[in-house]
């Protein structure tokens, strides 16, 4: 399954795992291991790949992010898709504040860009949150929101070497993050004003004026022991043996052997501050992708918990817990509302039919295609009723997709004018967007990997059967996913595109921006050839909405109001249709417990790994 064209909401999934007890006081072993003389004292995860580095700005792969899990607490754990910091001694809250800005001072203008102010320049002024407040900077001075928040480090906090965690260790990790040698995304670092340490724990950031970030409560970053670390330049982190392969940490666990190729062995941190973990070991396990090895070593005892990674198609084995763990991602076919070729007008005698400019069109063909089918192919969890997942709290609970049902799409094919003919195929006979006779044949727009293809041949064939000839194209995903005029997807080139967004930090509204439309005419395509919204879709009432929750904090109701309003207009207007959530397998021993069932994806699973027992460490 192609994982998404570019890097961002997650659906309860069904592991039947119970929860387990916390332990006594820090650098202690635990009850329950002290009070059972035969408490096993090693607890084996398996994966199916080895990571290249644990260094947290080096592999991102899910095998590093789940040993990190291990070797850090937080500093923010997910519950309910709501960040809640864990070392904090108070949840940061965001602060927002109008300040005096003038020509030539550095700014984020209306749509999220870093520039410097100047006559002509789009803002939102002070407590501007829609797009209907947006205004041209002319002259003179002007007062833009500015977020700023505070993160108060519990005390006491240790790395796991015994020196203490504090607020420098964050900055300094901003400032190597901030170095063009280290990888990932700088878009936060650009729209930062200041991150600095106050003292030993409090650090504070401050984002640059007309940049009010919903996430602010999140802005802190990693720390990097400064202690071991300072030393070194952000190029040499990338390959220091202490950086990639025997970090630090101040979580449950410290790296103690990394033996390449077999494992990763950890053992309890008496440093932790946090509710001892009820294993003196652990091990992570490279095991492969080969499923029947996988069960066979969780049957014999080699592993106690397989992550998602080892290759399991399904989640029952005679006497194992097992549930799907849904990706970071949603599967989804787009509508092509507004192809390339109507940028100059739509023609009738040289365009390809208007198919799907009105939304009764694309709720009938979506009544055509069964959901469920394509969830089971896949392997996995339902789609949500819209771009982010049903259990999250933005969702508005209002908004529904249109049912599987055959008999009333066909029904409403009819009645847009589009007959049957005796070849099975629909024909206009009075659909406004097409000539007369001209038959419903689509194409459909893939990558060449095996299960997107399998999920082609389902929309295919439920297509047919509502009298829509869809003609499946597939290319590797390098040219599918191209941008410019001349890309399929991106360039607006297509009737119909299947392809998977990833879930982010946020509720994505914002791929369906209509400034995100990719055009040459950057009055209406603010990101030229570089926007992502590939269905040409723009409606007024849903940019307002989501422009206003982009620019409202998290903590405000407003900002869940403007989600969730954004969502019903997304639900009835359709530009593109929710298909499912593919899903991978865990599976345990047992008599194991402590899985977090409410944190996704799967090396999300983790981040509670202190309360994972098994046997008589259960309750």
Known sequence: MLRAPYSIAILLFALIFSACAGAGPAGTPTPEATATPDAPQTLNICMG???????????????ARAV???LYDGPFDLHNHIAEGVIFETQPTPRVQPVTVQQGDLVVDAYGRVTILAPGVLVRPAGCQSGDCIQAYTEGELQLDQVSTAFTL???????????????????????????????????????ASYTATDERTAIWVGL???????????????????????????????????????????????????AGERIQLARNANYAGTPP????????????????SLNALADGRCDVLLPSTGLQTPESAGMQGGFVPQDQWLHLVFSVAPQTYDDGFNPYSDRANYFGEAAMRLALAQCIDRNAITSAINGTPASNGYLPASSPYTNPSAVLPAYDPAAANASLDALGWLLSEDGTRRSQSFAGALFGQALELRLAVSEDPQDLA????????????????????LPASELFTTGPESTVFGRNFDLALFSWPFGEQPACYLFLGEAVPGADWSRSHYGWGGWNASGWRNAEFDTACH??????????????????AHAIFTQELPA??????SSVVAARPDFCGLDADALPGERLLQSIERYGYGVLCP
């Open 154 to 192: 519990q005390s006491g906090l240790r790395w796991s070497d015994g020196a203490p965690l504090t607020a420098h260790d964050s900055v300094f990790s901003f400032q190597i993050a901030s170095a063009d040698e280290t990888p990932g995304s700088k878009d936060i670092i650009a729209k930062t």
């Open 577 to 582: 249709l929710p298909l499912a959530v593919p």
């Open 548 to 565: 206003t929750a982009f620019n409202t904090l998290a903590s405000d109701p407003a900002y869940t109001q403007a989600h969730q309003t």
């Open 49 to 63: 790949t080895e990571p290249s580095s644990l260094y947290i700005y080096s592999d991102n792969s899910s095998s």
């Open 278 to 293: 009820k294993f003196a070991e652990l091990n992570f396990v490279f095991i492969g992708s080969d499923a029947s090895n």
């Open 455 to 474: 999920v082609a041949q389902i929309i295919q064939t439920n297509l047919a059967d509502c009298g829509a000839a869809v003609t499946i194209e597939s």
């Open 68 to 70: 990190r899990q291990a």
């Open 209 to 259: 004026p007309g940049f009010v970030d919903p996430q602010a409560a999140t802005r802190f970053w990693h720390p990097l022991p400064q202690h071991t670390l300072g030393s070194l330049t952000p190029s040499d982190l990338l390959t220091n043996e202490q950086a990639t392969r025997a970090p630090l940490g101040w979580g449950p666990y410290t790296l103690t052997e990394w033996s």
